[in-house]
């Protein structure tokens, strides 16, 4: 929706075309120059009139995340049960890397809302399905979680910074001669294997 629309069609402003409007500016600026005056400047509308949809900044910050995670997909997935966890998490990371600094958004969050209960819902049925029990089933979800939020923030971090180089030129074989031998793996370009690593690993049961 434009400011014009807006502004004609005050009625039609809700919570949802706010956190639209925030998402946007989200993709232009990125999460540090977010706030709840730029989200009203890009609808066109008082900061006041922003705050009573979504109450304050950390409200909407809850309510960005759960629309980022809305957008994974929960249908077509695999019958087996490690296929289907591993389907989820590559949705999960590819909704984290879909929207600029997704996935600090989402991990600066606690947001117990619908798209991200349902989401968790799937993940955590579908390790049940493969006969873990309900402790295990719930803390390796949220290592899955965890990892992908992880990986996916450095991966987000290094589109913007050459962490790899920065990294490789501050390793040294004298002082650091484990990590230097392993550092040639730890590319920007090995983001997507190390994560198939990843979840390979925390999926394979002893």
Do not use: C
Request: proline fraction near 3%; charge should be negative; charged fraction near 25%.
């Amino acid at each position: 929706m434009t400011k014009k629309q807006v502004e004609g069609h005050g009625a039609r402003l809700d919570a949802e075309t706010v956190i639209g409007a925030a998402l946007d500016v989200l993709g232009e600026k990125g999460l540090e120059a977010l706030s709840t005056r730029a989200v009203a400047d890009r609808l066109g509308v008082r900061m006041n009139t922003v705050l009573w949809h979504v109450k304050t900044k950390a409200r909407m910050l809850e309510l960005m995340a759960d629309a980022v995670i809305g957008e994974i997909p929960l249908s077509g997935l695999p019958d087996a049960w490690d296929e289907r966890a591993r389907e989820l998490a590559h949705r999960y990371r590819g909704a984290l890397l879909a929207h600029r600094d997704g996935a600090a958004l989402v991990v600066g969050t606690n947001a117990s809302e619908p798209h991200t209960l349902r989401f968790a819902d799937s993940l955590v049925g579908a390790l049940l399905d493969g006969g873990l029990d309900e402790r295990e089933a719930a803390w390796t979800a949220w290592t899955i979680v965890y990892f992908t939020l992880g990986l996916a923030q450095e991966e987000q971090a290094a589109a913007k910074q050459a962490l790899a180089g920065q990294l490789a030129a501050a390793v040294s074989a004298t002082a650091h001669p484990a990590l230097h031998r392993a550092v040639p793996h730890m590319g920007a370009d090995s983001f997507d294997e190390r994560f198939a690593y990843g979840l390979s690993k925390i999926l394979t049961r002893p």
